[in-house]
Nanobody
Framework: QVQLVESGGGLVQAGGSLRLSCAASARTFSRYAMGWFRQAPGKDREFVSA???????YYPDSVKGRFTISRDNAKNTVYLQMNSLKPEDTAVYYC???????????????????WGQGTQVTVSS
């Protein structure tokens, strides 16, 4: 069982930045593909970013160039640096871990095995 705990959410003005953190309890954290998703009120949960064991990353067009995912395997932590935030980025942000037998990014929500409780990000205009 893997426990994920997100932190770093909050209220920020448009154009501002936030850095989310996700601390994992997994003993073999370095062998999990990690990802961030978000869910706005009344909308489906959507993919935000993903990172493989060794740091390969993938982003949807909606956040590419503004968000950066990274991981520190020594600290069992994954980060999401969010710059140039927009009001449409407002959502609850979730960290997720996927058991992955090979080194790859995982972009599909259904393939993730463990989820954090979420952290609220609100961007005011």
């Amino acid at each position: 069982q893997v426990q994920l705990v997100e932190s770093g959410g909050g209220l920020v003005q448009a154009g501002g930045s936030l850095r989310l953190s996700c601390a994992a309890s997994a003993r073999t954290f370095s062998r999990y593909a990690m990802g961030w998703f978000r869910q706005a009120p009344g909308k489906d949960r959507e993919f935000v970013s993903a990172i493989s064991w060794t740091g390969n990353t993938y982003y949807p067009d909606s956040v590419k160039g503004r968000f950066t995912i990274s991981r520190d395997n020594a600290k069992n932590t994954v980060y999401l640096q969010m710059n140039s935030l927009k009001p449409e980025d407002t959502a609850v942000y979730y960290c997720a871990a996927a058991i992955s037998p090979i080194n790859k990014v995982v972009t599909t929500l259904a393939l993730y095995d463990y989820w954090g409780q979420g952290t609220q990000v609100t961007v005011s205009s």
